[in-house]
């Protein structure tokens, strides 16, 4: 009987040791991602605060989208007396089903909303917008010449990722290629060529009959996309008229 206690009290010693063990170890981790790096709340566990701050226009448009607003950009900033606000997440509240509008230049942008004849705009820190400002599209003998001038219209550099045309991926495989390459496409511009805030580009697409089955009267789309994931797009025409 008294080896059959000792043996008890000792596992039972040991699991009270094991016990503190897990309750010290838990306690020292609390103390780390309080003091210092990061703080656990279960709002974060399970997917984000609700009310996070953004700086950037992009993050803020994706989260309002997210939220179920529609997003309308506009040609110029709201004339009129605006009331601006200081944070994303007020503005965010104040936009509950509402159409947002956002104007974007090269020193400006703003998110704003028209409610109870009232304007309400919040301004962020950046913003990253690429513009198409002309293209243009010759035939030739073997195919089409495609001239596209770009401009950065955000307030930081960017770089041009990739270019898509009819859904495949064309810079950073055939670039600088001054002649036509059979049942395919090539441009003038690198992969992951910056462009400077303000700063224009003009660069050429070349693409030869039959390339994705495009011809004379084809239409398809060009998708310009960024290295942070904004893209543009523009739908181009395949003229029958031969110029130059």
Not at 63 to 91: A, M, R
Request: hydrophobic share 35%.
């Amino acid at each position: 009987m008294t080896t059959f206690r000792a043996k008890r009290n000792g596992v039972s010693t040991l699991i009270v040791l094991i016990i503190l063990m897990v309750m010290m170890s838990s306690a020292s981790v609390a103390y780390f991602y309080t003091n210092g790096f990061q703080t656990i709340r279960p709002s974060e566990m399970s997917g984000g605060s609700q009310n996070q701050e953004y700086s950037v226009l992009n993050d803020a448009i994706n989260d309002l989208q997210k939220n179920g607003n529609e997003i309308v950009e506009v040609e110029s900033s709201p004339s009129g007396s605006i009331n601006y606000v200081t944070s994303y997440s007020t503005f965010k509240n104040l936009a509950k089903k509402q159409t947002v509008y956002y104007f974007v230049e090269s020193y400006k942008s703003i998110l704003f909303i028209e409610k109870e004849d009232k304007i309400y705009a919040w301004a962020p820190q950046k913003w990253e917008k690429l513009k198409i400002l002309s293209t243009d599209c010759d035939l030739q003998t073997p195919g089409w010449l495609i001239t596209i001038t770009i401009k950065n219209m955000g307030n930081y550099p960017l770089a041009i990722s990739n270019i898509h045309i009819a859904g495949d991926e064309i810079a950073g495989t055939n670039f600088n290629t001054e002649n036509y390459v059979p049942l395919s496409a090539s441009c003038t511009i690198k992969k992951n060529t910056i462009l400077d805030q303000d700063e224009s580009i003009t660069f050429e697409i070349r693409v030869s009959n039959y390339y994705k089955y495009l011809k004379v009267g084809s239409i398809c789309e060009i998708k310009l996309s960024t290295s942070s994931g904004y893209y543009i797009k523009r739908m181009i025409n395949f003229e029958s008229s031969k110029k130059g």
